[in-house]
């Protein structure tokens, strides 16, 4: 049965939450969602799934028969796969805004309602039904430059011309950052616009790091710099979750972030860079996967971007491969990070980190001593000169 067979209208949101969702991947039924009496929010695999399917979460939703019930913390009664399906920050605030516009508290809206708003737009490849819509037509596309300024109007207040349309194009996003998601020359891009605390060449500056950080080895989605007459441009990268099939056609990837399959929140800094190399060789089952990550840990830490929480590293399922894969690397940017701290930290240490600290987490994940003194000096030297930069245009 497809969603179109499911829908519910936003406004009757006040009789009709649901008490259970059917998840799917690929239209394919996954298992199914329940509201529990207590609150948190229950999980059962279908037996279909079971016979040939995979883990959505390895180390929290084992392939096999019986009831997973989740801690009301840290996702508020959900398991953190499903969590990554629902919108934060930016999305979060678009579909606060108009729920409160159609009478509707948000904070009575349960999760199992929120993930029925997501339907089939979340990140990665799993969907939900019924599905919940605001029965909204995309309008024509605006401006960049256009929504740009609604987003900032957004933000600044509790209203927006085109609000509408901002939730459309990017109501699921993650991220604090204004953003949409615009289809172009056949593929899904994801185009940032400036906060009000950012600098006004915030584009600029993250796509210098994109390509810095591809020129350290590190894999990268496809990025460009999209053109606006009111600054140096909008920074835009193809979503690594989508990729063409072979006889046409889009085929949704399976994502999970390295907070929800370690159950643990990214709102919450307590994460350090040696459990994340665990986590890495232990889904992965390779060291090349392992390098990846040392080179993201090392160009985070001399490239000054210390918003390196739990939802910004993730995994890839590939089904050809039925092997789980580092993600390309996303979120880069100058940050100065809370107290002016990693987020992930360095051998416990969130701040003052030094090349030894690097090269001790890396030969103690397994790699060779030359070969991580090697990339950390390289990535070092490549990153002095961003940041020298990146300080001119914030100056």
Not at 140 to 146: H, K
Not at 270 to 276: G, K, R, T, W
Not at 289 to 312: G, T
């Given at each position: 049965m497809s969603a179109q067979d499911h829908r519910v209208l936003a406004t009757d949101l006040a009789a009709h939450q649901p008490k259970q969702l059917r998840v799917l991947l690929h239209d394919r039924l996954v298992g199914r969602l329940a509201q529990t009496p207590e609150g948190p929010v229950a999980?059962?695999?279908?037996?279909?799934?079971?016979?040939?399917?995979?883990?959505?979460?390895?180390?929290?939703?084992?392939?096999?028969?019986?009831?997973?019930?989740?801690?009301?913390?840290?996702?508020?009664?959900?398991?953190?796969?499903?969590?990554?399906?629902?919108?934060?920050?930016?999305?979060?605030?678009?579909?606060?805004?108009?729920?409160?516009?159609?009478?509707?508290?948000?904070?009575?809206?349960?999760?199992?309602?929120?993930?029925?708003?997501?339907?089939?737009?979340?990140?990665?490849?799993?969907?939900?039904?019924?599905v919940i819509t605001t029965e909204k037509e995309p309008a024509?596309?605006?401006?960049?430059?256009?929504l740009a300024q609604d987003a900032l109007k957004v933000l600044e207040t509790n209203d927006a011309h085109n609000l509408d349309e901002l939730f459309i194009r990017g109501?699921?996003?993650?991220?604090?950052?204004?953003?949409?998601?615009?289809?172009?020359?056949?593929?899904?891009?994801?185009?940032?616009?400036?906060?009000?605390?950012?600098?006004?060449?915030?584009?600029?500056?993250?796509?210098?790091?994109?390509?810095?950080?591809?020129?350290?080895?590190?894999?990268m989605p496809e990025v460009r710099l999209f053109p606006s007459a009111r600054c140096a441009g909008y920074f835009g990268v193809k979503r690594f979750d989508r990729r063409p099939k072979a006889g046409g056609g889009v085929e949704r990837l399976h994502v999970a972030s390295a907070g929800a399959l370690l159950e643990t929140s990214h709102r919450i800094p307590?994460?350090?860079?040696?459990?994340?190399m665990r986590l890495t060789l232990n889904l992965t089952?390779?060291?090349?996967?392992?390098?990846?990550?040392?080179?993201?840990?090392?160009?985070?830490?001399?490239?000054?971007?210390?918003?390196?929480?739990?939802?910004?590293?993730?995994?890839?399922y590939y089904p050809e491969l039925a092997a789980w894969r580092l993600s390309p690397a996303f979120d880069l940017t100058y940050s100065i990070g809370m107290a002016g701290e990693h987020a992930t930290t360095v051998n416990g240490k969130g701040r003052d980190t030094t090349l030894a600290d690097l090269v001790e987490l890396g030969m103690n994940a397994g790699l060779s001593r030359a070969r991580c003194q090697e990339l950390a000096i390289m990535i070092q030297e490549k990153a002095a000169l961003l940041t020298l930069h990146t300080e001119h245009l914030r100056a």
């Open positions: 999980f059962e695999y279908d037996r279909g799934w079971i016979a040939d399917g995979f883990s959505l979460s390895p180390l929290s939703l084992p392939l096999e028969q019986r009831v997973f019930i989740p801690n009301w913390l840290p996702f508020e009664g959900l398991w953190g796969i499903f969590d990554d399906s629902l919108p934060d920050g930016w999305g979060r605030l678009l579909l606060d805004r108009l729920l409160r516009r159609q009478g509707l508290d948000p904070e009575a809206i349960t999760a199992l309602t929120r993930l029925a708003i997501v339907g089939n737009g979340g990140m990665g490849a799993l969907s939900y039904e019924p024509t596309v605006s401006s960049l430059d256009a109501g699921s996003s993650g991220g604090a950052r204004p953003k949409i998601v615009a289809h172009i020359e056949d593929a899904d891009w994801l185009i940032k616009f400036p906060a009000s605390i950012d600098p006004p060449d915030s584009g600029e500056q993250e796509y210098r790091y994109a390509l810095t950080a591809h020129d350290c080895g590190i894999e307590s994460l350090d860079y040696e459990v994340l089952k390779s060291f090349e996967e392992l390098e990846q990550l040392y080179r993201l840990m090392c160009f985070n830490v001399f490239a000054h971007n210390r918003d390196d929480h739990a939802k910004n590293f993730a995994f890839i």
